[in-house]
């Protein structure tokens, strides 16, 4: 019952945060109806990101272009997306040193969906 209970505070947790930051998303980009010129150089955009505490036991590490999710648990860390390949996922642990977790904590990889740019680093 115990794990039972944890999961679904975990799932409850990603859930909120998919739905607050596409809420947030989508008011930012409202304004904007074609796509912007640039949009190719935009996607492939490796530029790193602060590691970023976003609340809670949630974090955001990753590029301009695509970012992974670090929920720490009492039972580990759950990353939530992989980026695209073993450089990313390198640039995974290195912000996740870099926000105090230990990548050895590392528990499970939640892919959530079958684009590489969510999957590729996984491997790794």
Do not use: R
């Not at 992974?68 to 390198?90: E, F, K, V, Y």
């Not at 528990?107 to 999957?119: A, M, Q, W």
């Amino acid at each position: 019952m115990y794990y039972i209970a944890k999961a679904k505070n975990i799932l409850f947790t990603f859930f909120c945060c998919c739905i607050l930051l596409s809420n947030v998303a989508y008011a930012q980009d409202k304004s904007q109806i074609a796509p912007p010129p640039n949009l190719p150089s935009e996607l492939f955009d490796n530029t790193p990101l602060t590691p970023t505490k976003v609340f809670d036991n949630l974090y955001c590490i990753g590029t301009k272009s695509v970012v992974a999710w670090a929920l720490q648990t009492s039972d580990g860390i759950i990353l939530i997306d992989s980026m695209w390949d073993n450089n990313d996922a390198q640039l995974i642990i290195d912000g996740m040193e870099k926000l105090g977790l230990n990548p050895q904590d590392l528990k499970y990889i939640l892919i959530s969906h079958g684009h590489g740019d969510h999957y590729g680093g996984a491997q790794y």
